[in-house]
């Protein structure tokens, strides 16, 4: 579990910093195939798996990052959606390849904002733009995410990498490897009691039981069925073009 991989590097002075990432293609989000197994389930097996899955997997990978005191470094090739996307509001830094685009289609897929995305989404890259992404589903490009704040910048270079690109590439990680340890973790520190970290718990529990009513509602899997079976739909129809 990366969560497990986040908390345990905390105490281990080789780690200097966390790098985040998923090679070309960054994340597809969430896999939705396994909601629409929701179908038939009486509402309080679907209550149980959905508070299992979310307070066991997704809150405690979102409350190791918020704590972290080791820098967490982001690179977003491709797509970065969902969960992944909304995640990277914890990151202290997130470099995007050219063809980056991030996006969060709760709307179209019937969800509930997560990740801390309704807290730290209108912070870092201003309330209007945020209302786009999370309520119009907007896409961001990666010129985008740079120009509103999101993101620190565009690492060209990183277009044609192979799927484990040099970190060396990624300005931020050598100077921060040869910063001294001690200094470096105590800064961090500081920054993370800068911060109101028991508003961003609340924030992660409240969305996620959000989110776990969303997965509960009764017209949701059907609904999810039907908006997958049109991608698959739209896919298909393009291959023949």
Same mark, same amino acid.
């Given at each position: 579990?990366?969560?497990?991989?986040?908390?345990?590097?905390?105490?281990?002075?080789?780690v200097?910093?966390? *790098?985040?990432?998923?090679?070309?293609?960054?994340?597809?989000?969430?896999?939705?195939?396994?909601?629409?197994n929701?179908?038939?389930?009486?509402?309080?097996e *679907?209550?149980?798996?959905?508070?299992?899955g979310?307070?066991?997997?997704?809150?405690?990978y979102?409350?190791?990052?918020?704590?972290?005191?080791?820098?967490?470094?982001?690179?977003?090739?491709?797509?970065?959606?969902?969960i992944?996307?909304?995640?990277?509001?914890?990151?202290?830094f997130?470099?995007?390849?050219?063809?980056?685009?991030?996006?969060?289609?709760f709307?179209k897929s019937f969800?509930?904002?997560e990740?801390?995305?309704? *807290?730290?989404?209108?912070?870092?890259?201003?309330?209007?733009?945020?209302s786009?992404?999370?309520?119009?589903?907007?896409?961001?490009?990666?010129?985008?995410?740079?120009?509103?704040?999101f993101?620190?910048?565009?690492?060209p270079?990183?277009?044609?990498?192979?799927?484990w690109?040099?970190?060396?590439?990624?300005p931020?990680?050598?100077?921060?490897?040869?910063?001294?340890?001690?200094?470096?973790?105590?800064?961090?520190?500081?920054?993370?009691?800068?911060?109101?970290?028991?508003?961003?718990?609340?924030?992660?529990?409240?969305?996620g039981?959000?989110?776990?009513?969303?997965?509960?509602?009764?017209?949701?899997a059907?609904?999810?069925?039907?908006?997958?079976?049109?991608?698959?739909?739209?896919?298909e129809?393009?291959?023949?073009?």
């Open positions: 579990m990366i969560s497990k991989i986040i908390n345990d590097a905390q105490n281990d002075e080789k200097k910093v966390i *790098l985040i990432h998923g090679g070309k293609f960054f994340s597809s989000g969430n896999d939705l195939s396994v909601l629409t929701m179908l038939g389930k009486t509402k309080e *679907l209550r149980a798996a959905s508070m299992d979310i307070f066991n997997n997704m809150n405690p979102l409350n190791a990052l918020n704590d972290s005191v080791k820098p967490v470094v982001a690179v977003v090739r491709g797509m970065c959606l969902g992944q996307f909304t995640m990277l509001t914890l990151a202290d997130i470099y995007c390849s050219p063809d980056a685009v991030f996006q969060t289609p709307m969800q509930s904002p990740g801390t995305s309704t *807290l730290n989404f209108p912070l870092q890259m201003g309330r209007r733009l945020a786009e992404v999370l309520l119009l589903d907007k896409p961001l490009t990666a010129k985008e995410a740079v120009e509103c704040g993101a620190n910048s565009i690492i270079e990183l277009q044609n990498e192979p799927e690109f040099d970190i060396n590439k990624v931020t990680i050598p100077k921060l490897l040869e910063t001294d340890y001690r200094t470096l973790i105590n800064c961090k520190r500081v920054l993370n009691f800068a911060k109101d970290k028991q508003k961003t718990q609340e924030v992660i529990k409240e969305e039981i959000q989110l776990s009513n969303a997965w509960v509602d009764e017209e949701f059907p609904k999810l069925a039907s908006y997958m079976m049109s991608l698959i739909e739209k896919r129809a393009k291959a023949k073009l």
